[in-house]
């Protein structure tokens, strides 16, 4: 009769292998969720990246809009505007409302717009460029084929040509901002392009 007890009772527990199957197979079953989770926790943050990369490049466009479109002569006389490349735009603008105009520099350095600004100083006034304060705008530039800036004439319609470099500064009338992010290339969402249009309101003649 014992023996019989004993029998039922192996009998109804788990072996060594079935213990071993089952730590197993719970294993690979948290190993699953682990892995998804890590996945979904990334893919959480390379969305968010690239869309606080987006509202970046957004915010400070609007300020480059507001800040282009009211360029007018220095304090000192000069012309409006002072340099028109495809990846530098300097120009002259009071953007802090005092009885100043600032010399405004936008320029690319590596995947950063960057912004430098003069207020004029001295007696009699100068923009020395040793008082240059410099700031980031955008990070994550890519295409580093694309012109950042382009430059038009009285005669844009919406499908003219850019004006070809050397650019006579005389007759540009308007500017195009092109910016491309890509807060990660190797990685999901892809590159987006960010465009505006600023008409100089100093110095429209057909706009």
Do not use: C, W
């Not at 300097?90 to 010399?103: A, G």
């Not at 912004?115 to 004029?120: N, S, T």
């Not at 800036?149 to 500064?169: C, K, M, R, V, W």
Request: aromatic fraction near 10%; charge should be neutral.
């Amino acid at each position: 009769m014992d023996f019989l007890k004993n029998s039922r009772k192996l009998k109804s527990g788990f072996s060594v292998i079935e213990v071993l199957a089952s730590i197993f197979i719970l294993t690979l079953i948290g190993l699953a969720v682990y892995s998804f989770q890590k996945d979904v926790f990334l893919l959480n943050g390379i969305i968010f990246g690239s869309l606080t990369a987006q509202d970046e490049a957004r915010r400070a466009l609007k300020s480059m809009s507001a800040e282009i479109r009211a360029a007018s002569p220095s304090s000192i006389g000069a012309y409006a505007l002072s340099q028109t490349t495809a990846s530098s735009f300097t120009f002259y603008s009071n953007i802090d409302s005092d009885f100043f105009k600032e010399r405004v520099r936008y320029f690319l350095d590596g995947a950063t717009l960057k912004k430098g600004v003069i207020k004029p100083s001295g007696s009699p006034l100068t923009y020395n460029p040793a008082n240059e304060i410099l700031s980031e705008l955008i990070h994550n530039i890519a295409g580093a084929a694309t012109s950042t800036f382009s430059y038009y004439d009285e005669n844009y319609d919406g499908t003219t040509q850019a004006l070809a470099e050397p650019i006579d500064i005389a007759i540009v009338r308007l500017i195009k901002i092109t910016i491309v992010i890509d807060k990660n290339p190797q990685a999901l969402p892809g590159p987006v392009t960010f465009t505006t249009q600023i008409s100089i309101r100093n110095l429209k003649d057909n706009l």
